[in-house]
């Protein structure tokens, strides 16, 4: 049986259509099919026999009525920045390229097993999660899902991949600046970054241990909230989009007059009116300030990581990560403090404004200002279109997913913003995200 949702493998895993051990052999003959094609170096490791032990275990349990929950017996694929027990850890680099397996699962994948998730493949990023392209990785580009001509953006390249083709449900990414949202909007699928904090970054490579979250990549936002309310102390939250307040982002790179992705948002805008919403325009005045500090927290973090193993072989890095990696290295530690302090000091400044004077559920912007680009482009003359949109939500630590605008091929980003009411482990912010997302893509949810 051909399914390739989680929503429909979810359905048929529970009715008996469809067994784990099925569905896992399935997704795992799709990832043979990838060799010899672009694609075939969106697996970075894989162990066939560990998913079908897991596959065989789940299949036990729901026939024993023990089923879980909608990531019961599905195959998900997890970026290679994230610990796996039993597979390397390689981030895209030949840095790593002698580092024993993992001899644990990072915590986000102790989650999803407890929620009874199976991993088949670890996957392509772009190298260290440093960069939104997916074009630097040892193994070359990630190619775009339908057009290997094309990146597919980064860094979580190869999860948002196998998720587009419909090879896996679900994949897991990491985001720091973009990392899930903009493959999402360059692929054509849902990626959701949750407020900081709400999933664990316990045995992830770090890229900046500030602002680095994970993230997921499904086919649309209603998949999106089915995986994200299957997880282990995560409350599943969702409001209707009737009496919220949405701000659609105006002014300075906010604005793209005249261009598809205002198109876009002006038919997403207007749905959400006709469904209740009270949609205003709204200036984010701090942008400057917060796509200032991001650079230089991420970077003064990122080079703190590598200062040992960059300094010891710079050559063992791709070129492009060395540029930046490099760029560091005399930064003045006053400069990172006052970044750190400024961040804070914008943090609770802009929220407050946001949620208490603005009065604001949700905001609504494209997710990039490009559709994509061609494999043989600059990556550093595309961080900022593919970056610069998403770095503020980072900063801030808020919730924030990029699903597709119907019909245009766009990625447009929901920012969650409603102020935590519902007590410890519930997050309502991300219940405004989902709900406004799920009706700017028109899902159906019945």
Known sequence: MDVTNLRDTAAALTTGKLTATEHVRRVLADLDSLAGTPWSNIVAA?????????????????????????????????????????????????????????DRDARIIEKLREAGAIVVAKTH????????TGLVNASGPAAHPHDPALISGGSSSGSAVLVAKGIVP????????????????????????????????????????????VGLLTTDSLDTALAWGAMPGVAHLRSPVSGLRIGRLRGGIWDLAGTEFDAAADLACRTLTDLGADVVD????????????????????????????????????????????????????HEYLRALRTAQR???????????????????????????????????????????????????????????APGAGIGLQIVGLTAGTGGHGSHPAESAALAVALAVEGVDEN
Not at 125 to 132: D, N, Q, S, V
Not at 192 to 202: E, I, M, Q, R, W
Not at 372 to 391: H, T, V
């Open 46 to 102: 894989r162990d066939d026999a560990a998913a079908l032990e897991s596959a065989a275990h789940a299949d036990a349990e729901i026939a024993a009525g023990n089923w879980i929950g909608p990531l019961h017996g599905v195959a998900i694929a997890v970026k290679d920045n994230i610990d796996v027990a039993g597979l390397p850890t390689r981030c895209g680099s030949n840095v790593l390229a002698d580092e024993p397996a993992a």
């Open 125 to 132: 990023l772009h190298e260290f999660a440093y960069g939104p």
């Open 170 to 213: 679900v994949a897991i990414g990491t985001d720091t600046g973009c990392s899930v949202r903009t493959p999402a909007a360059l692929c054509g699928i849902a990626g959701f970054k949750p407020s900081s904090g709400a999933l664990p970054v316990d045995g992830i490579v770090p890229l900046s241990t500030t602002f680095d979250h």
């Open 282 to 333: 709204v200036a984010l005045p701090e942008t400057d300030d917060l796509l200032g500090v991001y650079p230089i927290i991420t970077g003064s973090e990122a080079y703190e990581t590598h200062r040992d193993r960059f300094e010891a072989d710079p050559g063992r890095y791709q070129a492009p990560t060395a540029a930046l990696l490099e760029a560091q290295r005399d930064r003045p530690a």
């Open 346 to 404: 914008l943090r609770h400044g802009v929220l407050e404004r946001l949620r208490r004077t603005e009065n604001l559920d949700a905001l609504i912007t494209a997710t990039t200002s490009i559709r994509s680009a061609s494999l043989n482009s600059d990556p550093a003359e595309l961080r900022a279109p593919l970056l610069q949109r998403c770095i503020p939500f980072s900063v801030l630590g808020v919730p924030a997913i990029s699903v597709p």
